[in-house]
């Protein structure tokens, strides 16, 4: 059986042992990054691909007979066409729950670098701020603790369990918001009541029609002006100009996001203006801890290896 990684660059900082997923297969072939012209010509032959967030459609789907199994190196298969994988005969598996940890470790450490003002702060130091002050400390930006605050998750998954449990660790009250267009549920607040209530408010729900703008003008009007608002999940899920207009104003005390809309935003992003206060915004790189991306080398392994006895393991087509 070939296989052929089509950007392994995505995933593989020459820091990971891929023996397992060579041991998988007969052959693989090791592609740093492919450009969609070149995808057809490299999997020809090919029984698997292996890609993150290459795009596989149905026009190269009809270029590829020998095909037999797409497997993605990450949760979200949006770049696959599963149903035309489908209708062809191409099995899909993707991976699922490596990254809970580094994520959820990501999400506080945005709470806790925007209650501390840590940025802040060590701009001050290598301004020189430091050494010319009256007194042995600066306290030039208002420290919050994070014990004592509501924190409000929207998605409790997986994921949104894991901030939950480290909120509580921190003495946070948890509250959990009413997804829209997921079933009711007794102990989840509808959104718009728990809004009022956030002193943080982490989103951990997936992108879809039902949560688009999720978090909107309206929204952004009702949390109170000093909440956090923390986004680890899918960019779309917020208004990003409307965040950008309520950081500005002080309508909002302060966000961390480690998505956009676009990604990576070669086209510019309004988050990423330059004088756009109490903003964190990092490269979508909260699930890139070595261990999480060593776990999704250990789970395409597996995937391959139950493809080859016939069984479906994580299979999403």
């Known amino acids: 059986m070939k296989a052929v990684f089509l950007d392994r660059e995505s995933l593989d900082r020459d820091?990971?042992?891929?023996?397992?997923?060579?041991a998988a297969v007969d052959e693989l072939v090791y592609h740093e990054r492919t450009a969609p012209a070149e995808v057809v010509e490299r999997l020809a032959g090919a029984e698997v691909a292996v890609v993150n967030k290459v795009v596989i459609d149905r026009e190269s789907l009809a270029h590829l007979p020998d095909l037999k199994l797409?497997?993605?190196?990450?949760?979200?298969?949006?770049?696959?066409?599963?149903?035309a994988c489908r209708e062809a005969g191409v099995a899909v598996a993707n991976c699922q729950g490596y990254g809970t940890d580094s994520v959820a470790q990501h999400a506080i450490g945005l709470m806790l670098a925007l209650a501390t003002h840590m940025l802040d702060y060590q701009r001050a130091v290598a301004r020189g701020d430091w050494g010319r002050s009256t007194q042995f400390c600066l306290l030039d930006y208002p420290i919050v603790e994070l014990s004592g605050r509501t924190l409000g998750i929207v998605g409790l998954g997986t994921l949104g369990g894991r901030v939950a449990e480290l909120g509580r660790a921190f003495g946070m009250d948890v509250r959990v918001a009413q997804r829209p267009g997921g079933k009711p549920e007794a102990d989840r607040v509808p959104l718009e009541e728990l809004l009022p209530q956030v002193d943080v408010l982490s989103l951990h729900c997936p992108l879809t029609e039902a949560t688009r703008g999720l978090i909107g003008p309206q929204e952004l009007a009702a949390m109170p002006s000093h909440a956090l608002l923390i986004n680890t999940s899918r960019g779309g899920l917020v208004d990003e100009q409307a965040l950008a207009d309520a950081l500005r104003a002080g309508r909002i005390g302060g966000a961390g996001f480690d998505v956009l809309t676009e990604e990576p935003p070669r086209n510019g992003n309004v988050l990423l203006?330059?004088?756009?206060?109490?903003?964190?915004?990092?490269?979508?790189?909260?699930?890139?801890s070595r261990e999480a991306r060593q776990r999704i080398?250990?789970?395409?392994?597996?995937n391959i290896g139950a493809f080859r006895r016939g069984r479906a393991v994580r299979r999403v087509d």
Do not use: R, Y
């Open 70 to 83: 797409v497997c993605v190196a990450a949760t979200g298969v949006n770049n696959i066409d599963v149903e």
């Open 15 to 22: 820091d990971l042992d891929m023996g397992g997923l060579e």
């Open 297 to 302: 080398v250990g789970q395409m392994a597996e």
């Open 273 to 288: 203006e330059p004088d756009i206060p109490n903003l964190i915004v990092t490269p979508h790189s909260a699930w890139g």
